[in-house]
C-alpha cells in the first residue's frame, strides 16, 4: 500500500499589491511600531528589492521578509512571523532565501537591524551565521537602540 502524499503546509511566493492589507495587519500585530501601508506598497514596486511571503494552501499569511540592495548588500528591512506560526522555522527559511538571492545576484553580505531586547530574533540570527557588527542608538520610534547583523556570504 502506497504512503499517504505529505501535506503542503506553506507556500512561499512574491508579494502582490492585493496582499497588501493581509501585511498591514500583518505588521501590526508584529511589531509595536509598524510600518504604515504606503511604505509597504512602495517597497513592491520599487526597482532593486527582494520580498517574500510565507502563505498558508488557503492563502493566510503566514510571514513576509522585504529586503533591499545597498550596494553588494542585501539589506533586510522587514522579516515578521505572525505570532501563531512562530518557532517553526519560518523566518529562518525566508533568511535562507534572502541569502540565497544575494549570493545568486552577485552579493557579500546580508545585513539587517534588530532591537536590542529581542533575545529570540538575535539567537536565531547568530544561529544562522549572523555576527554583530554595530549599534545604532534610538533607532526605533520608542528610543530603543537597534543591534546591527550581518553575515558574509561564502561563494
Known amino acids: 500500500m502506497a504512503e499517504p502524499a505529505p501535506q503542503v503546509r506553506f507556500s512561499i511566493r512574491p508579494p502582490q499589491a492585493a496582499d ?3 501585511i498591514e495587519r500583518a505588521e501590526r500585530t508584529c511589531f509595536s511600531d509598524p510600518w504604515p501601508g504606503h511604505y509597504f506598497a512602495s ?3 520599487a526597482p532593486g528589492r527582494f ?4 502563505v498558508e494552501p488557503a492563502g493566510v499569511l503566514v510571514a513576509y ?3 533591499a540592495w545597498q550596494y553588494l548588500d542585501l539589506h533586510v528591512l522587514k522579516v515578521a512571523t505572525l505570532p ?11 533568511m535562507g532565501l534572502a541569502e540565497r538571492h544575494a549570493l545568486e545576484t552577485g552579493g557579500d553580505t546580508v545585513t539587517l537591524e534588530v532591537r536590542t531586547s ?3 530574533a538575535i ?3 547568530e544561529l544562522l551565521g549572523y555576527h554583530r557588527a554595530g549599534l545604532r542608538r534610538a533607532y526605533y520610534h520608542d528610543g530603543e537602540d537597534a543591534l546591527v547583523m550581518t553575515k558574509d556570504l561564502e561563494r
Open 20 to 22: 497588501l492589507r493581509a
Open 123 to 125: 539567537s536565531m540570527y
Open 65 to 67: 521578509l522585504f529586503a
Open 118 to 120: 529581542n533575545d529570540a
Open 43 to 45: 517597497e513592491l514596486f
Open 84 to 94: 501563531q506560526y512562530r518557532r517553526q522555522g519560518v523566518a529562518a527559511q525566508l
Open 51 to 54: 520580498q517574500r511571503l510565507v
